[in-house]
């Protein structure tokens, strides 16, 4: 016998309904409000390349010349253009809370992260804490702990950040789910090496913070059907999925995974991803592995949309399997405050923060 349930707030092997029904209108954090006139050309800023889908969120950037073939750069959020300069051509635009919730990260050194500077607010999504990302900000008007309401302002857009210009100044906004909080701890215990070391933002580095395409949900709200974050995740696209050994510790993503849980413990679990790697439902596996492993991926190395954030990549054989920085994620995301164990070489593409 199966049971089938969403983990609760408390952790793996129960059932938490408290607020499951609640519903967050997410507003936009900016005056631009083009989205909703269909003019996705006045909403998103592009990248060089001029092409509005590389605002956009997913797998909407390429690392090709021109005319592109495949779109193999993830792209973590989405970036919306200014709306209105000065007389220098600077961005002025407010930039607000898009929900209710608290602050409880600001950075203001733009050279430690692609962000540049940044205010990070958290969100009760129905009992789910969920996290809301501003970056490339010019100026920053709030503090940590502070306790704001939806569009109070947080802070005035600009293109602070490695690689960005005046002229593409633009506010990137994310909608994410924090996936470790205990992903300090396993950096300075793993010693992972280049891309997670040095960790300079603690539990909210970018590669902890995983998120959602903020769009629908503003649609949603948009259209008088503001979605819980259970039936946001219920749309969310499987990608690929790993089977790892039995775990301890309940890390934050076992929150809000979709569980099927028998009655005695498994020889293994099944975890299945989104393509950029948040999970999204577990299961038991049918067989013993001493480490994680890729059991499924729907697509071949040659095809850009599959590389999952660099996640996975070709066997040599016609597949696929993890990588080394795939490895190196899903070891963070089993991590638990009992749990010293951990790889000590690490290096892969690019680092978010």
Aim: proline letters at 7%; charged letters at 25%; one cysteine or more.
């Amino acid at each position: 016998m199966k049971l089938i349930f969403f983990l609760g707030v408390v952790g793996l092997g129960s059932l938490n309904l408290l607020g499951a029904t609640e519903r967050i209108t997410w507003h936009l954090p900016t005056e631009n409000n083009e989205l909703f006139r269909n003019r996705s050309d006045r909403f998103f800023q592009p990248t060089i390349s001029r092409r509005p889908v590389s605002g956009m969120f997913g797998f909407v950037r390429t690392s090709e010349p021109e005319p592109a073939r495949i779109f193999e750069h993830f792209h973590k959020g989405i970036d919306i253009r200014a709306l209105h300069r000065d007389d220098r051509g600077e961005p002025t635009d407010i930039v607000r809370a898009s929900a209710d919730g608290e602050v409880v990260r600001i950075n203001l050194d733009e050279k430690i992260s692609d962000y540049g500077k940044q205010v990070i607010l958290r969100h009760d999504w129905g009992g789910q804490p969920v996290y809301t990302i501003y970056g490339h900000l010019a100026s920053v008007a709030v503090e940590v702990g502070q306790k704001l309401k939806t569009g109070d302002p947080l802070g005035v857009m600009g293109w602070t950040g490695p690689g960005l210009s005046r002229d593409r100044a633009h506010l990137h906004f994310e909608i994410t789910f924090q996936i470790n909080g205990k992903f300090a701890e396993w950096v300075n215990t793993a010693k992972p090496g280049r891309l997670w070391q040095p960790n300079r933002h603690g539990e909210w580095n970018g590669l902890n913070l995983m998120g959602i395409d903020p769009i629908p949900l503003l649609k949603a709200v948009n259209e008088g059907n503001p979605l819980t974050w259970k039936e946001t995740l219920s749309k969310q696209l499987g990608g690929f999925t790993v089977r790892v050994p039995p775990f301890e510790g309940t890390p934050s993503w076992m929150q809000w995974v979709e569980c099927k849980s028998p009655s005695s413990q498994p020889l293994s679990w099944d975890i299945e991803m989104t393509p950029w790697g948040l999970p999204l439902r577990m299961e038991a596996g049918s067989e013993v592995v001493v480490e994680p492993v890729l059991i499924a991926n729907p697509g071949k190395p040659s095809e850009g949309k599959y590389y999952c954030r660099g996640l996975v990549q070709g066997d040599g054989k016609g597949g696929m399997k993890l990588s080394k920085f795939g490895r190196q994620t899903v070891e963070m995301m089993l991590f638990s405050v009992n749990d010293k164990s951990g790889v000590k070489e690490g290096s892969a593409a690019s680092s978010p923060q």
